[in-house]
């Protein structure tokens, strides 16, 4: 049974860019998280989704970066326009459908490097 | 005051020794608390998950949970160069939001 699967692991963008991050959640998981870590610093909490519906995004910036987990397909975390701050491990997690106490298992991580 | 406090440490141990990893947290609404190891440049592997206070125990890892204290303990017995990693504390209220601790880097020597 595959665990959650990220691509790309690795990423550079030029300042300006726009960056695409996917999450494939694991086999039977329908909802999707996604936190970024920054250099010494915790994970954060972003988003979470479950299939065509953002349900908390209370973490996410509020400009540049979207999230979307469509009916098909992976998890996409985009962030418009980069600049150096976005640089980071973004990773994605899932947990299988139920209330609430289920716990969240991660993918390897993409990492952003904005030049 | 930051929701979930860890010292980052590093914490460097002989190969054997018992390791005591801790974490301190201030919103008294957090239910459910895991340990997540993550090593260098991986995704966190969870660890252990224990809702309410008390210990729970798996293989060489225990958990604790003190909420009156609001604090939470992981000890590893018996510590392996293998457990070389990055511990990270994370717990949640009844959200699926998770708040982690910056992590507490741990070495085991041979």
């Known amino acids: 049974n595959a665990g959650v699967m990220q691509n790309p692991r690795h990423l550079v963008r030029r300042r300006g860019q726009e960056a695409r991050l996917r999450c494939s959640p694991m086999?039977?998981?329908?909802?999707v998280y996604w936190y970024r870590q920054l250099p010494e610093e915790g994970l954060k909490f972003m988003v979470y989704?479950?299939?065509?519906?953002?349900?908390?995004e209370s973490g996410m910036p509020k400009e540049r970066f979207s999230a979307e987990f469509p009916k098909e397909g992976p998890s996409i975390l985009r962030i418009q326009q980069v600049v150096r701050g976005d640089s980071a491990a973004y990773f994605c997690a899932s947990s299988p459908p139920g209330v609430g106490t289920d716990t969240q298992y991660f993918g390897p991580g993409t990492r952003l490097t904005v030049l | 005051q930051k929701e979930v406090e860890q010292d980052p440490g590093p914490l460097s141990v002989p190969e054997g020794a018992i390791v005591s990893l801790n974490c301190t947290y201030s919103n008294s609404a957090f239910q459910y608390f895991m340990w997540y190891r993550q090593y260098s440049r991986k995704g966190p592997e969870l660890l252990m998950y224990?809702?309410?206070?008390g210990n729970k125990e798996d293989g060489r890892f225990t958990a604790q949970v003190d909420k009156s204290s609001k604090y939470i303990s992981l000890f590893i017995r018996d510590s392996q160069p293998s457990d070389s990693a990055t511990y990270l504390c994370a717990m949640k209220d009844g959200s699926e939001k998770l708040v982690f601790g910056k992590g507490t880097k741990l070495t085991v020597n041979p």
């Open positions: 224990t809702y309410s206070s």
């Open positions: 989704l479950q299939k065509e519906n953002i349900i908390d």
């Open positions: 086999k039977g998981h329908s909802h």
